[in-house]
Nanobody
């Protein structure tokens, strides 16, 4: 199993990034897939998740700014992040819940 995140980087406040989580060895549409983040000195927290049906839910601070989607043909989950804020700075991780498997993470840095 592999979960490979990509798309992180440095962006100014108010900007956008799209993170990708490309999966192999599992089928994302059959799993609940979560996006988490961990800022320096803080615990890892759930950003949002998408379940098999395609239903999504989000942590309150990102509602209306972040969107999780899935491309079943690419076996990939995405995290579209708009109107980014400096407090969104963190390492972002993809997580396959049913098998409790994590990707390696991708750094997102938002400058003010």
């Amino acid at each position: 199993v592999q979960l490979v995140e990509s798309g992180g980087g440095l962006v100014q406040a108010g900007g956008s990034l799209r993170l990708s989580c490309a999966a192999s060895g599992i089928t994302v549409r059959l799993n609940a897939m979560g996006w988490y983040r961990q800022a320096p000195g803080k615990q890892r927290e759930l950003v949002g998740r998408i379940i098999s049906s395609g239903r999504t839910n989000y942590e309150d601070s990102v509602k209306g700014r972040f969107t999780i989607s899935r491309d079943d043909s690419m076996n990939t989950v995405y995290l579209q992040m708009n109107n980014l804020k400096p407090e969104d700075t963190a390492v972002y991780y993809c997580h396959a819940e049913y098998i409790d498997y994590w990707g390696q993470g991708t750094q997102v840095t938002v400058s003010s």
